[in-house]
């Protein structure tokens, strides 16, 4: 497969038409299809169901979409890596972080590198910490920022000073809104919002105990913006770190801790073994130097 053969497919499973691909492309219809077909016998495979109107991807057509998007990604990266220049530092480091209050810290670090080498750009993802892993395994992400508990055995790593703080989600107007912090036994029968990570879930689920059986989870989330506007609209509670929502007079929401209290670290990961670019390499040392200081 040619780099520039998956660039053609990805234009056109984007426009769902052959017709508006080449006329993207700057190429002609007739090259274009011949390319496709050329593909689809390479692979084998029937990538596209032709209808009248536009173009449909199968689940093999699906597949290559979601392969040849990181293919085309990273040969861009690659790319731009060798692109840097020896006596002035540029490129781009690839960073994926989770929800938490700890970005905070690695905005700081990022502004600070920032200021001694400004020809260096910043691609930021955001997701779980399962997303990041599999990112960074891919190669596809330099560092991550991850929150605990979390498998890093994989991974060079230091840890943050931050903690973040567990608790619930809710309307200012609830039942629960006029308690100082929530008990176990406060979520019981209450429609209840989860993180959707196992390994936090067990977490979460140790915190209740007994109390976990009685729980009415109603929906899961990855990522938090969501679930709030669910609490907003009065689908339910949500369980969620401290800090990451908006709360205002302007919104119907407001948080309330855990007690006992539940608390989670964070912790910037990136691969071992792992070859980086001038750039990437000269952030990661900075980031050991400032968080070991």
Not at 117 to 144: C, F, H, M, T
Not at 173 to 194: G, Q, T
Not at 211 to 221: G, M, P, S
Request: charged fraction near 30%; glycine fraction near 6%; proline fraction near 3%.
């Amino acid at each position: 497969m040619e780099i520039r053969v998956l660039k053609y497919f990805l234009t056109v499973a984007r426009e769902e038409s052959i017709t508006k691909g080449a006329e993207i492309l700057h190429i002609t219809q007739p090259t274009l299809s011949r390319q496709l077909m050329q593909l689809e016998e390479e692979l084998r495979v029937q990538l596209f169901i032709r209808g009248k109107n536009k173009i449909i991807l199968t689940d093999e057509g699906m597949l290559l979409r979601r392969r040849a998007e990181e293919i085309v990604d990273l040969v861009g990266r690659t790319e731009k890596e060798f692109d840097e220049h020896d006596n002035l530092i540029g490129g781009e480091i690839f960073i994926g972080a989770g929800e938490t209050n700890a970005m905070h810290t690695l905005a700081d670090l990022i502004k600070e590198f920032n200021k001694e080498y400004p020809q260096v750009k910043y691609n930021l993802y955001s997701g779980n910490a399962d997303d990041i892993k599999e990112r960074i395994d891919k190669g596809l992400i330099d560092i991550g920022l991850l929150t605990e508990p979390v498998n890093i055995e994989k991974y060079d790593f230091i840890r943050l000073p931050n903690k973040e703080a567990w608790g619930v989600l809710m309307q200012k107007d609830s039942p629960l809104a006029k308690n100082e912090y929530i008990k176990p036994e406060n979520l019981i029968n209450m429609p209840i919002i989860n993180t959707r990570r196992s390994i936090v879930q067990n977490e979460i689920e140790n915190w209740f105990g007994a109390y976990y059986e009685k729980l009415n989870i109603i929906a899961t989330y990855n990522l938090i913006y969501n679930a709030a506007i669910m609490v907003e609209e009065g689908l339910g509670y949500a369980i969620c770190f401290e800090k990451l929502v908006n709360i205002n007079d302007e919104t119907n929401l407001c948080f309330r801790p855990l007690y006992p209290k539940l608390e989670t670290g964070a912790v910037i990961v990136w691969k071992k073994h792992q070859v980086f670019s001038t750039a990437t390499a000269k952030f990661i040392k900075e980031i050991m130097n400032a968080l070991k200081a």
